[in-house]
């Protein structure tokens, strides 16, 4: 059974502070990685992706991946009241098979 | 442009209709997915096309069936479901290969009375 689990929170950050999203998977043939947004009544919203252990970086975002330890993390700078929303993360297999696995996703609030 | 369209945006249907919802995307992807998502909870895969050919079922209920017609679009045909299959279908693309960024259409709300 190919699992990825996240904290469902909810994790509340004050305004202007790191928020620091954890996730762990259970496939260690997983090649690639993804962190999406997703607001009440929408659709999921790529925020990150990556695939090399070590950091990633995009604007107020930072992704980290360390498949020794099964493990992918997300880091918002300055959060924002709008970077308020449940944050999924997925993995995608390899080895031929496809889709992505997602957790439950944590529900990230930013408190002004 | 990152962009897949699907419509109808809400549909609402009777468990003796037959309805379908309809995917499309012009970014060249040749793998296409269905995933079903319940409130509150995470996406779940159905249905994955490589290069038009459906490669992952993921043992969903035969009153759902789905369609590649070409390469830019994709179906999900719907008939005699159940008001537990109320839910938001979200049809996503990508290239194939699992290295690649999968995008995700706004989906289709779908209930069932």
């Known amino acids: 059974q190919k699992e990825v689990e996240q904290n469902s929170g909810p994790l509340s950050v004050p305004e202007g502070a790191i928020a620091s999203l954890n996730c762990t998977y259970s496939?260690?043939?997983?090649?690639?990685f993804f962190w999406y947004r997703q607001y009440s009544g929408k659709s999921p919203e790529l925020i990150m992706f990556?695939?090399?252990?070590g950091d990633k970086e995009d604007g107020r975002f930072t992704a980290q991946l360390n498949k020794a330890s099964q493990y992918v993390s997300l880091l918002i700078r300055d959060s924002q009241p709008s970077d308020s929303a449940t944050y999924l993360c997925?993995?995608?297999?390899?080895?031929?098979?496809?889709?992505?696995?997602f957790g439950k996703g944590t529900h990230l609030i930013i408190q002004p | 442009d990152t962009e897949v369209t699907q419509t109808p945006k809400h549909l609402v249907m009777g468990m003796t209709n037959k309805k379908s919802l309809k995917c499309e995307q012009h970014m060249g992807h040749r793998a296409m997915y269905w995933y079903k998502q319940k409130a509150k909870k995470p996406p779940e895969l159905m249905f994955v096309?490589?290069?038009?050919?459906?490669?992952i079922n993921e043992s969903v209920p035969s009153r759902f069936s789905p369609e590649c017609p070409n390469s830019s679009l994709l179906n999900l045909h719907l008939h005699a479901l159940q008001p537990e299959d109320s839910a938001l279908y979200l049809c996503?693309?990508?290239?194939?290969?699992?290295?690649?960024?999968?995008?995700f259409g706004e989906g289709s709300w779908l209930t069932v009375v």
């Open positions: 496939d260690r043939g997983s090649q690639s």
């Open positions: 997925a993995v995608r297999p390899g080895g031929g098979a496809d889709g992505l696995t």
């Open positions: 996503a693309s990508s290239q194939a290969g699992a290295g690649n960024t999968i995008y």
């Open positions: 990556i695939y090399s252990n």
């Open positions: 096309y490589s290069y038009e050919k459906l490669s």
